[in-house]
């Protein structure tokens, strides 16, 4: 229901809160700058530039995120870097909602792309079931790279000492990180797609120019 009720605001509304999400990103910056807490600024200064791709996206391209896309990302992030605060560690599902959430925007670039290429001309044509495997391969090799990112700052970090700028919890939790994706991508190839169309149409307006 609250999904529902936030999709149903005006698009001014909805971009308030995208505002209030950077605004809560800008504070967990500044609290990571204040304790000197490299591995925080590292997993909140990220997402916040992450939230500014609608705005950049505009300036270069003059393409319009859509609002419900642009509270998406904020989502994403946010989640991440408050996350980074103590919640991953503090309780097990919290990672699961994090990736789960972060998945469905990776999936749903994954779609944009087949999508682009599907559209870009008649000698292409893609039926439906490719496109749902393709989404959910696209968000399951994401997820293994991630994974093997994860892996590799903790072998830095026990390198050159310091904490792991991206926390990796054992392959239980390697596990439950691609099911989580699985699921993610399951969600935007049944039901989200549709706003990912934009982003559809910029691509293929790219591969135009």
Same mark, same amino acid.
């Given at each position: 229901?609250?999904?529902? &009720? *936030?999709? $149903? +605001? /005006?698009?001014?509304?909805?971009?308030?809160?995208?505002?209030?999400?950077? #605004?809560? @990103?800008? =504070?967990?910056?500044?609290?990571?700058?204040?304790?000197?807490?490299?591995?925080?600024?590292?997993?909140?200064?990220?997402?916040? &530039? *992450?939230? $500014? +791709? /609608?705005?950049?996206?505009?300036r270069?391209y003059?393409?319009r995120?859509? #609002?419900? @896309?642009? =509270?998406?990302?904020?989502?994403?992030?946010?989640?991440?870097a408050?996350?980074?605060?103590?919640?991953?560690?503090?309780?097990?599902?919290?990672?699961? +909602?994090?990736?789960?959430?972060?998945?469905?925007?990776?999936?749903g670039?994954?779609?944009?792309?087949?999508?682009?290429?599907?559209?870009?001309?008649?000698?292409?044509?893609?039926?439906?079931?490719?496109?749902?495997?393709?989404?959910?391969?696209?968000?399951?090799?994401?997820?293994?790279?991630?994974?093997?990112?994860?892996?590799?700052?903790?072998?830095?970090?026990?390198?050159?000492?310091?904490?792991?700028?991206?926390?990796?919890?054992?392959?239980?939790?390697?596990?439950?990180?691609?099911?989580?994706?699985?699921?993610?991508?399951?969600?935007?190839?049944?039901?989200?797609?549709g706003?990912?169309?934009?982003?559809s149409?910029l691509?293929?307006?790219?591969?135009?120019?």
């Amino acid at each position: 229901m609250t999904t529902v &009720a *936030i999709l $149903a +605001l /005006p698009d001014r509304r909805v971009w308030q809160l995208v505002r209030l999400a950077q #605004a809560a @990103l800008v =504070l967990v910056v500044g609290y990571a700058v204040v304790t000197t807490n490299a591995t925080l600024v590292v997993n909140a200064a990220i997402p916040l &530039a *992450i939230t $500014a +791709l /609608p705005a950049l996206v505009r300036r270069v391209y003059g393409h319009r995120t859509g #609002a419900g @896309l642009a =509270l998406w990302i904020s989502t994403a992030a946010l989640l991440h870097a408050v996350g980074a605060l103590g919640p991953y560690t503090m309780f097990g599902w919290y990672d699961s +909602l994090t990736h789960t959430v972060s998945a469905t925007l990776v999936a749903g670039a994954g779609y944009a792309i087949v999508d682009a290429i599907d559209r870009s001309g008649t000698s292409v044509d893609l039926p439906g079931e490719f496109r749902v495997v393709f989404i959910l391969l696209f968000v399951l090799a994401f997820g293994v790279l991630w994974e093997i990112a994860e892996f590799a700052s903790a072998g830095l970090a026990s390198l050159v000492g310091g904490e792991a700028v991206l926390a990796q919890y054992g392959t239980d939790d390697i596990v439950f990180d691609l099911v989580y994706n699985a699921l993610g991508a399951v969600l935007v190839a049944l039901w989200g797609t549709g706003y990912f169309d934009g982003v559809s149409a910029l691509l293929r307006r790219s591969a135009d120019d």
